[in-house]
């Protein structure tokens, strides 16, 4: 070996067969762990709870169960909501968005757990399994190798007649190993192609339990979106009287063509946003303006702040 490198000795070359092989096995070797390991960051991102993780794994011992992002901060949401009130507007709408936050969490620990079994195990299998097999049956047609070129070499220097005899004897020997265990390397190496076969399996799994995730999260927060615009526009006043049955909405409609046929000019924005709705005890509609606003033509009303506008 130190000859060869030193340029003092011939090399027996692999088949181009075989080099295109084990050029694939090494790619497919590196780019799988790449892809592991970036699954793992994007499942588990705090790399603090993968090495624990990691500990635990190799000891053999369950990890400790703790709540997730989501999860912790669902928790927050619903004891600020309940710490608020939950008769209050502000301290229901933490509730609802707490026990989103938890559902949350827990399609993502789902997530985790199908991704870890139909995707990363097999990764991980190839790495630790297939691969080692292939690394140590390459190391043993490497050291084939080295033993025929050095017989070959012996050869080459043979003087006399038992001396090149035996030599030729031994070349047919190490020859004859060599070409088995090249054999036995290209059967392995010519696997990958399954190997493949299996991961682009393993990548179908992981997409379908990604789009479950996504789909379920996205249902969450449209539910959840649906019960806050059920939420009066604006939060009842801090007294005695907040807990009581949340102020009827008023829709933009309503509100236009209650106050004046004469207000077809007025966007939805200023009287959704510049309108504060009330309710009076005679069961009349007010609405409270939130902010000054000057009529830009005839067909438009001018509003002061805080003046309250009553409806019939």
């Known amino acids: 070996f130190t000859e060869e490198k030193l340029g003092q000795a011939e090399k027996t070359e692999l088949d181009a067969h075989l080099e295109n092989l084990l050029?694939?096995?090494?790619?497919?070797?590196?780019?799988?762990?790449?892809i592991m390991k970036?699954?793992?960051?994007?499942?588990?991102?705090?790399?603090?709870?993968?090495?624990?993780?990691?500990?635990?794994?190799?000891?053999d011992r369950k990890a400790p169960s703790r709540m997730n992002n989501p999860e912790l901060l669902g928790q927050y949401m619903i004891d600020a909501g309940n710490e608020f009130g939950p008769g209050t507007a502000y301290g229901n709408a933490l509730i609802k968005c707490g026990e989103t936050q938890k559902r949350i969490g827990t399609a993502d620990r789902e997530l985790i757990q199908t991704?870890?079994?139909?995707?990363?195990?097999?990764?991980?299998n190839f790495i630790e399994g297939d691969y080692k097999t292939i690394t140590k049956e390459r190391k043993l047609l490497q050291n084939k190798?080295?033993?025929?070129?050095?017989?070959?070499?012996?050869?080459?220097?043979?003087?006399?007649?038992?001396?090149?005899?035996?030599?030729?004897?031994?070349?047919?020997?190490?020859?004859?190993?060599?070409?088995?265990?090249?054999?036995?390397?290209?059967?392995?190496?010519?696997?990958?192609?399954?190997?493949?076969a299996h991961h682009l399996r393993c990548l179908n799994d992981f997409v379908e339990a990604q789009m479950t995730?996504?789909?379920?999260?996205?249902?969450?927060?449209l539910d959840l979106q649906k019960q806050l615009g059920s939420f009066p526009s604006t939060f009842l006043s801090n007294n005695n009287q907040s807990s009581s049955a949340p102020v009827q909405s008023l829709s933009t409609s309503s509100v236009l063509a209650s106050a004046s046929p004469s207000l077809p000019s007025v966007s939805n924005s200023i009287v959704t946003s510049g309108i504060s709705e009330l309710k009076s005890s005679s069961g009349?509609?007010?609405?409270?303006?939130?902010?000054?606003?000057?009529?830009?033509?005839?067909?438009?009303?001018?509003?002061?702040?805080?003046?309250?506008?009553?409806?019939?």
């Open 23 to 34: 050029s694939k096995a090494e790619c497919t070797k590196l780019w799988t762990e790449k």
């Open 38 to 59: 970036q699954t793992e960051v994007l499942l588990q991102p705090n790399p603090n709870a993968r090495i624990e993780e990691f500990v635990y794994e190799k000891l």
């Open 115 to 124: 991704s870890a079994i139909n995707f990363l195990t097999p990764l991980r």
């Open 145 to 196: 190798r080295l033993d025929l070129d050095a017989a070959k070499t012996r050869l080459k220097k043979a003087k006399v007649a038992e001396a090149r005899a035996a030599s030729e004897q031994e070349v047919r020997i190490t020859q004859s190993e060599f070409d088995r265990q090249a054999e036995i390397t290209r059967l392995l190496l010519e696997g990958i192609s399954s190997t493949h």
């Open 213 to 221: 995730y996504y789909a379920q999260c996205y249902q969450y927060m």
């Open 284 to 312: 009349s509609r007010k609405a409270r303006v939130l902010y000054d606003y000057d009529a830009a033509n005839s067909s438009e009303l001018s509003l002061l702040a805080d003046e309250v506008r009553v409806f019939y």
